[in-house]
């Protein structure tokens, strides 16, 4: 039988990229997206496509309970990966955007795998992959908020692993870097529903380069496709025991690396610069 796989924000970059490969080496895949026309829209590339919108319990439960139904119960991986930015000085995120973006980027992660672990358990094991980010692992100006997720993501994806331990089921992180997505797009409408910059202590600073930064990109540097992370994703799934955690992109490995060497303060100097 194929092995199966639930696989979360499918609509593009990351999650369609390995949705199509998985389906192509033979995986069963339920891809979802938050949004009912993008599981249309995929339904006609010939994946099995489901809703589930991490801020929605009641579609997070359902598509567990559809799957599962299609399986006869059963489910080999799980691959945590939607996930949003609200991009801004903290000062300037609201508790109201906060506890949204937490529930988006790990709240619902959390209720989704623990959907999952009694099935894995009963079948005597499977494999949970948490797509985490170069911002798990260090902080950068303006993204506090996703910051704050992805290392509480990094900290659970942790406990979880040693949890887990004795059943047979394996946790891993996958820990990208710059990735051809749309991921900034997305970013801009979060930061026009959540951010008040006008009023913003910082109004002078937005006007002189934040708006730019966010509208206009900040970044020169090169940006790798998502099939690099499909890549290691694939590794994380067919190794006997995998690596905790999987660095994917050149500045995730030097960030990895400065984060072990370097002292705090230096660390942080090279950060606000980056």
């Known amino acids: 039988m194929a092995r199966s796989i639930l696989i979360t924000g499918c609509s593009s970059g990351i999650g369609h990229d390995a949705a199509h490969e998985l389906a192509r080496r033979g995986w069963r895949v339920f891809a979802t997206c938050r949004k009912a026309e993008d599981c249309e829209?995929?339904?006609?590339?010939?994946?099995?496509?489901?809703?589930?919108?991490?801020?929605?319990?009641?579609?997070?439960?359902?598509?567990?309970?559809?799957?599962?139904?299609?399986?006869?119960?059963?489910?080999?991986?799980?691959?945590?990966n939607g996930a949003y930015a609200i991009p801004g000085p903290l000062e300037d995120i609201s508790r109201d955007a906060m506890r949204a973006i937490f529930e988006a980027n790990l709240i619902g992660w959390h209720d989704l795998t623990n959907?999952?672990?009694?099935?894995?358990?009963?079948?005597?094991?499977?494999?949970?992959?948490?797509c985490s980010s170069v911002l798990g692992l260090v902080?950068?100006?303006w993204r506090g908020a996703y910051v704050a997720t992805k290392f509480a993501l990094e900290g659970m994806t942790d406990v979880l692993r040693m949890e887990m331990a004795e059943t047979?089921?394996?946790?891993?992180?996958?820990?990208?870097?710059?990735?051809?997505?749309?991921?900034?797009k997305n970013a801009i409408r979060q930061f026009e529903k959540w951010v008040d910059w006008e009023h913003s202590a910082r109004a002078d600073e937005y006007r002189a380069s934040l708006l730019d930064k966010l509208y206009k990109?900040?970044?020169?540097?090169?940006?790798?496709?998502?099939?690099?992370?499909?890549?290691?994703?694939?590794?994380?799934?067919?190794?006997?025991?995998?690596?905790?955690?999987?660095?994917?992109?050149?500045?995730?490995?030097?960030?990895?690396?400065?984060?072990?060497?370097?002292?705090?303060?230096?660390?942080?100097?090279v950060l606000a610069r980056g």
């Open 41 to 80: 829209r995929l339904r006609t590339e010939g994946l099995e496509s489901l809703r589930l919108d991490y801020e929605d319990t009641a579609s997070i439960a359902a598509a567990v309970d559809e799957a599962l139904s299609r399986t006869g119960g059963t489910l080999d991986a799980l691959f945590n």
């Open 115 to 130: 959907r999952v672990i009694p099935a894995m358990r009963a079948q005597g094991g499977g494999r949970i992959v948490n």
């Open 139 to 141: 902080g950068m100006k």
């Open 168 to 184: 047979g089921i394996k946790v891993c992180l996958l820990d990208p870097g710059p990735i051809e997505t749309d991921f900034r």
């Open 217 to 269: 990109g900040s970044s020169n540097g090169p940006q790798w496709p998502a099939s690099a992370v499909t890549k290691k994703l694939i590794a994380a799934l067919d190794a006997p025991n995998p690596k905790p955690r999987y660095h994917i992109t050149a500045p995730t490995c030097l960030m990895g690396i400065a984060r072990r060497i370097l002292p705090s303060r230096t660390l942080q100097w």
